[in-house]
C-alpha cells in the first residue's frame, strides 16, 4: 500500500500525462490510471512492488485504455492504439515538448475550455491534485470544482481537442499555463509545513515546469519572470519558518538562512526577462521579490518603489491577492490610514471577506493604527480563516501583543 501511494505521489502527473496524449482522451486515461493503482494495491502486497513500479503502472493502465479502445471499435481509438504500443520510455523523440506534461498543460489551455477550468484542469491532470484542495486553492467550493473538471474533461473528449500543439497556438495558451504553474507552487508554498515532504515535492515540480516552459519558449520574457518569482520565494524558504515550524515573515527572517546561489539565478532570470522590453505580471512579481530581498540586505528597503511596482501589478492582473498586497505595501509608503483605506475599497465584499490574508492585513494596519478592539476582532478573523498551524501561532502571538 506505501509503495502504490509513494508511486501516486511522484509519479501520477506524468504517467497520466502520457497515458492522454498518446490516447487523446484525458478522462479515459484517468479512468485507466485509476483501475492501474487499485490493481497495484491489491497486488504489490501478494507479489511483492516491482523492480520499477512506473513501468508496471503503465502496462496495467495501458491495457485497460486497449481494452476500451477494443470494445468500442471506434477509429479513433484504434488509431491512438499504435501510440500506446510499447515499453514506458522517456520523452518521445518526435515532439517538440521538453516533457508530456507540459504538452498537456498546453491542450488543457484550448480556446474551447472554459477559461474558468483550464487552471483547474492543468492541476489535477498534471500535478495530480483533488477537486478539493484545487477548489481550496482557487476559493471555489469542492463540489463546484468537481463539476467543471468533470465538464471540462467531457469537452476534450466531445470537441475533439486536438492533442498536438501547433507552435503558433503557443504564445495564446502560454498565460494560462504560467498561471496554472504559479498556482502550482502557491498551492505547495502555502501548505508548506516545517517538514512537508510532498508540498516540498509540489513546489519543486512547479519551478521544473516553468524551466520547461523557458526552454520550449526562449524569447518569451513571462516564463523567466514567473521561474525567477519562484527562485526567489524558494531561496526564502528556509528561513520561512523557526525551528518550532511557527511562520516567520520576510521583514523578520533570518538572511543568513537564504539560499544565496538561487537568489542569484532568480536575479539573473529577472535581467533576461526584462531585457526583452516586454513587461508581465509575472515579471513584476519577480521585481517586487527583488526589491524586498535587496532591501532587506542591503538594511534600505525603498517603500516607495515597492508601492509603485505593487500599483503597475493591479494595473495588469487586479487579483485579490495583489490588491491586499498592494495595500500594505502603500501603507508603508504613504501611512496605515491610505493602506486601510485602499483595503476597504477592495470588492466584492463577500470573496474578501473569506480570504485570511485581507483579514492578517487588516489586523496589522489597524494595530499600526492602535485601533486595538478593532485589531483584535481582525486577527480573530484572520486565525479563524488559518488552517496552517504555523500562521496560526504567528497571529495569536500578534493579537495577544495587543494586551498592553
Not at 514506458?88 to 498537456?104: I, M, Q, S, V
Not at 509603485?308 to 487579483?319: D, E, K, R, S
Amino acid at each position: 500500500m506505501h509503495a502504490a501511494e509513494l508511486a501516486a505521489r511522484t509519479s501520477y502527473g506524468r504517467l497520466l500525462s502520457m497515458l492522454a496524449v498518446r490516447s487523446g482522451d484525458l478522462a479515459g486515461a484517468e479512468d485507466a490510471l485509476a483501475a492501474a493503482f487499485l490493481d497495484a494495491v491489491e497486488a504489490w502486497p501478494r507479489d511483492g512492488v516491482p523492480d520499477n513500479p512506473d513501468a508496471w503502472l503503465w502496462t496495467a493502465a495501458r491495457r485497460q485504455i486497449v481494452d476500451a479502445a477494443r470494445r468500442h471499435k471506434t477509429r479513433d481509438e484504434k488509431r491512438h492504439l499504435l501510440a500506446l504500443d510499447g515499453e514506458l520510455t522517456g520523452d518521445d523523440a518526435h515532439t517538440d515538448f521538453p516533457d508530456e506534461r507540459l504538452r498537456l498543460l498546453f491542450v488543457c489551455a484550448h480556446p474551447a475550455i472554459d477559461p474558468a477550468a483550464r487552471t483547474p484542469l492543468m492541476l489535477q491532470a498534471v500535478l495530480g491534485l483533488a477537486a478539493e484542495r484545487i477548489g481550496s486553492c482557487l476559493r471555489v467550493a469542492p463540489k463546484t470544482m468537481g463539476q467543471r473538471l468533470w465538464r471540462a474533461k467531457i469537452k476534450i473528449r466531445e470537441a475533439r481537442v486536438p492533442f498536438e500543439v501547433e507552435p503558433e497556438n503557443l504564445g495564446e495558451r502560454l498565460f494560462a499555463v504560467l498561471e496554472a504553474i504559479y498556482a502550482a507552487y502557491g498551492s505547495g508554498w502555502e501548505d508548506l509545513t516545517f517538514d512537508g515532504v510532498a508540498s516540498q515535492g509540489l513546489t519543486s515540480e512547479a519551478i521544473w515546469l516553468a524551466r520547461l516552459v523557458v526552454k520550449l519558449l526562449p524569447d518569451e520574457p513571462e516564463p523567466r519572470g514567473l521561474l525567477a518569482t519562484m527562485l526567489y520565494a524558494e531561496a526564502r524558504a528556509p528561513a520561512r519558518r523557526s525551528v518550532p515550524g511557527v511562520y516567520v515573515p520576510l521583514s523578520e527572517q533570518d538572511t543568513s538562512r537564504w539560499d544565496g546561489a538561487g537568489l542569484a539565478e532568480a536575479e539573473t532570470m529577472l535581467e533576461q526577462a526584462a531585457a526583452m522590453r516586454r513587461i508581465g505580471p509575472f515579471q513584476l512579481e519577480a521585481a517586487i521579490q527583488s526589491a524586498h530581498i535587496h532591501g532587506r540586505l542591503s538594511g534600505s528597503s525603498d517603500a516607495r518603489a515597492i508601492a509603485i511596482l505593487y500599483a503597475g501589478l493591479v494595473q495588469v492582473a487586479p487579483t485579490l491577492g495583489a490588491r491586499v498586497a498592494h495595500a500594505v505595501a502603500s501603507s508603508r509608503a504613504d501611512g496605515a490610514l491610505h493602506g486601510l483605506t485602499l483595503l476597504d475599497a477592495i470588492e466584492p465584499l463577500a470573496l474578501r471577506d473569506t480570504y485570511q490574508p485581507y483579514w492578517s492585513a487588516r489586523a496589522h494596519l489597524l494595530e499600526q493604527l492602535e485601533r486595538r478592539g478593532d485589531a483584535a476582532n481582525a486577527y480573530d478573523r484572520a486565525i479563524g480563516l488559518t488552517e496552517d498551524p504555523g500562521v496560526r501561532r504567528f497571529l495569536l502571538e500578534r493579537k495577544r501583543r495587543l494586551t498592553p
